[in-house]
């Protein structure tokens, strides 16, 4: 348990740190003189960065980023959700507790409503379970304290804040909702509802930090996501 405690905390301050290093060398680089293009490759890090920052939330809603003291588990989850989009960390947990308990049914505010089992469609049904005007509000407050009171310009804003935000909410739709969750067209085969990816566990961990060893993460959701593959191996090998 002192192992798990200490891992967990580790790679949560890792990440936090990750997203903020790589958010303000983002928005505090120049692009003049027609160099916008050279922001393109710094889009995809700090999504990444910024999808790692809600899989840290994610595992403090389990309790697995510190197991051994609620509050501080609590507390970086809570961190985490203000960060990435000032999501209410006891909201949040509420509902994806609800997701566990009857995955992919009428029940589940993450599944769609049976008229709305497209992507996009479906996409767009999600956020609206969680997204809600008062968050709206404050990012558009943020984003004029940012562009007024520290002087950032709107490119660096948008393309390097708003659109890696947006695109981390479509990487964990897509790898944490949508492939574990769509219905097979032979139906479910068991209680979780979940599909794993069959990925590598480098592309896993590129694609969502594992998050789609989805079926593994529902038959054991006190396992953090830095511990999914071994669980996973352990899962085949049998």
Known sequence: ?????????VAALIIILLWAVSLITALSLPFRGG???????????VMFFYTGL???SHDAMHGVVVPGNRRLNNLIGSLCS???ALFSFERLKTEHWKHHREPASAHDPDYHDGTHKGFFRWYLRF???YITWKQLLGMAIAFN???YGFGLSDFNLLALWVLPNILSTLQLFLFGTYLPHREPES?????HHARSSKYSEFISFLTCYHF?????HHQYPNVPWWHLPSVRREVMAQ
Not at 1 to 9: A, C, D, P, V
Not at 35 to 45: G, K, M, N, S, T
Request: hydrophobic share 45%; proline share 5%; charged share 15%.
């Open 1 to 9: 348990m002192r192992l798990h405690t200490s891992r967990g905390l």
């Open 35 to 45: 160099l916008y293009f050279l922001a393109i490759p710094l889009v995809p890090i």
């Open 54 to 56: 809600f899989i840290t």
């Open 82 to 84: 203000i960060a990435y």
């Open 127 to 129: 956020l609206g379970r």
């Open 145 to 147: 304290v940012l562009k």
């Open 187 to 191: 139906g479910y085969d068991d209680s």
């Open 212 to 216: 789609g060893y989805h079926h593994e």
